[in-house]
């Protein structure tokens, strides 16, 4: 788990403890329960994100290679049909 992550949720828990002491209280053992399914969501957030740049900028490269690929691949073929 992301330390960062796990000290925002104590520091909020702590907090409603100290400035909320009556029913928002009660809704820090939630807050802890819910610190697992929220740290999943925020980590698929930025892998996808981050993932989905770097996908993007290795297709750009990988068709940028291909297209040079086919381009020397024709002026070889029509040196052989010429000759």
């Known amino acids: 788990m992301n330390w960062k992550l796990i000290g925002g949720v104590a520091a909020v828990a ?3 403890v100290l400035f909320a002491p ?4 009660a809704l820090a053992p939630l807050l802890v329960v819910a610190v697992c399914p929220l740290s999943m969501w ?3 957030r930025h892998m996808h994100g981050s993932s ?5 900028a290795a297709d750009r490269t990988e068709i940028a290679r291909l297209r040079s690929e086919v381009a020397e691949l024709r002026q070889q073929h029509s040196d052989r049909t010429t000759t």
């Open 14 to 16: 702590v907090a409603m």
């Open 22 to 25: 009556g029913p928002m209280a």
């Open 52 to 56: 989905s740049q770097t996908t993007d």
């Open 42 to 44: 925020f980590m698929m």
